[in-house]
């Protein structure tokens, strides 16, 4: 019985590294195949090993330059939402206003609605202001599909806050922008990055919204979709795999920081 109560004792552990491998099975997938040389249009099927596309990762005609775009609409978007979102939860958290309840339950709104509602009157109201489709219409789009993402995450920052910092800040006669640059902001700026990093990764992802308000424009995941259609590049595979390698060593850098420290501290 050894056995049996070893495995008790770290079902909590067992559960979680399956549940993760089951997560990371399709990045796993996704990295091997951008080895793969497959014979025909679709890289589906391992056939040979090959360092083809990864030599080459823009091979394929229009690739690079939709994920280009795609990069520079999710900068911007971030960028906007982020401070937005911040603006709005700060307002929402620490001033009294009419109609404050029901602007923090507008709030969820975007997050509860389905993207194709939301892509589908986005739409709408473009087509009635007369506007053409395009970078921009995309960008204001995932701004507003981005802000309310932004602005969950900073209020739940700003609600942990302890104001007695501030006021102590205030005790030592500091100004206003002193008390905010120095105290209040560097406390936020856990939830803020947490808001910016998922709303560039939502920008970034989203195919619904962009199809709908993109016209002629070509982001990176329709530039995917539409090469599912007629054949799978293995190059698509390698940009996957590079951004995940990038994800990942950014979490690893943030972690080595956060440990050195709190021991810094300690």
């Not at 030599?55 to 900068?75: W, Y």
């Not at 990764?201 to 993109?214: E, G, K, M, P, Q």
Request: charged letters at 10%.
């Amino acid at each position: 019985m050894p056995v049996l109560n070893w495995f008790k004792r770290h079902l909590v552990v067992i559960a979680g590294l399956l549940t993760l491998g089951y997560l990371l099975l399709p990045n796993v997938v996704v990295t091997v195949f951008s080895f793969n040389k497959p014979k025909g249009r679709f890289n589906y099927e391992w056939q040979q090993f090959s360092l083809d596309a990864w030599k080459d990762p823009c091979g394929v005609a229009g690739m690079c330059g939709s994920l280009s775009l795609s990069l520079q609409i999710a900068i911007w978007a971030t960028i906007g939402a982020t401070l937005l979102g911040t603006m709005i939860a700060f307002a929402l958290v620490r001033y009294r206003f009419r109609a404050r309840g029901s602007v923090n339950s507008l709030i969820f709104l975007p997050m509860a609605m389905p993207e194709v509602v939301m892509a589908a009157s986005l739409l709408t109201l473009f087509l009635n202001l007369g506007a053409q489709l395009g970078f921009y219409t995309i960008l204001i789009a995932h701004i507003m599909f981005c802000l309310s993402f932004v602005v969950v995450a900073v209020k739940a920052r700003v609600l942990s806050m302890d104001p007695r910092l501030e006021q102590a800040a205030q005790d030592l006669y500091a100004g206003p922008a002193q008390t905010f640059l120095r105290v209040t902001l560097p406390i936020a700026a856990p939830g803020i990055a947490a808001g910016a990093m998922l709303a560039f990764a939502l920008s970034f992802d989203d195919f619904i919204i962009t199809n709908f308000n993109a016209g002629s424009t070509v982001t990176f995941p329709m530039f995917v979709w539409g090469s599912a259609q007629r054949g799978t590049p293995v190059q698509i595979n390698v940009i996957g795999t590079a951004m995940f390698l990038i994800a990942v060593l950014l979490v690893l850098t943030s972690m080595v920081i956060g440990n050195r420290r709190n021991r810094q501290k300690a």
